[in-house]
């Protein structure tokens, strides 16, 4: 009787003891499946290699840019020519070939936007802002052309070619001679082009003329090593003669 009471209570006081032990075995386990899991909290950066700074990775990051604009500011003489500009310090080669680019298009291998780009490559502004971008565009769409009117040429395939007739500067014009260029470099030359306006439908030629100003060395303006285009009138009342 004895033997079998004892057998009993060593029975009863048994379960206790495995409860507990299953418990601490689940216990344990949620904490190693805590640890082992990823953590849901901020990550840490990715750090740069060079910096030992963390990476911007979610920095925003301009996708455009004003045309013919750079992130970094690039000194006057470090600046590449655009498409077709000639790198030189002849200041009439310059003028010439900035006045046959003004009137030269063809809707067949260029949008509007890519033509003036590629005009927009040729006009330096100057630090003072006195020829701002504006004046370009509105000079451009002088010649007869804007984004209207190139799109309904499109559809004629229209395209336009220039060559210089004749091509006169500085002192040659009376304009200058009465307001001579306010500093040391900065020439000023007006070209007559015989234009050419095709489509599938019509030829046209006709003579315009355009005015282009030309910043070179001395000029503190201008690159070290060749000349730039600062501008150019189209229109009528602002040819200088």
Not at 50 to 75: C, D, I, K, Q
Not at 86 to 110: G, H, K, Q, V
Not at 170 to 192: F, I, N, Y
Request: hydrophobic fraction near 40%; glycine fraction near 6%.
């Amino acid at each position: 009787m004895r033997q079998s009471r004892r057998r009993t209570v060593l029975g009863s006081s048994s379960r206790p003891t495995l409860v507990i032990a299953v418990l601490v075995l689940l216990s344990v386990a949620g904490v190693v499946f805590v640890l082992a899991r990823p953590a849901d909290g901020p990550r840490t950066e990715p750090v740069s290699s060079s910096t030992g700074e963390p990476s911007p990775t979610n920095a925003a990051t301009p996708s455009t840019f004003p045309l013919g604009a750079s992130p970094t500011a690039v000194p006057a003489a470090e600046t590449p020519p655009a498409i077709g500009e000639p790198r030189t310090t002849d200041f009439r080669r310059l003028a010439s070939a900035a006045a046959t680019t003004i009137y030269t298009w063809d809707t067949r291998t260029a949008s509007y936007s890519e033509i003036y780009s590629r005009l927009r490559g040729w006009w330096d502004v100057l630090p003072d802002g006195s020829n701002p971008l504006t004046v370009l565009a509105q000079e451009f769409e002088a010649t007869g052309v804007n984004a209207g009117t190139y799109a309904s040429l499109a559809g004629e395939q229209a395209r336009r070619s220039a060559t210089v007739q004749s091509l006169v500067c500085d002192s040659e014009l009376a304009k200058v001679r009465d307001h001579p260029a306010p500093w040391v470099g900065l020439h000023v030359c007006t070209a007559t082009l015989t234009v050419v306006d095709e489509s599938k439908s019509i030829e046209n030629a006709y003579v315009a003329p355009v005015s282009v100003m030309v910043n070179c060395p001395p000029a503190t303006t201008a690159p070290t090593d060749h000349c730039v285009v600062v501008g150019f009138y189209a229109t009528p009342s602002r040819i200088v003669y």
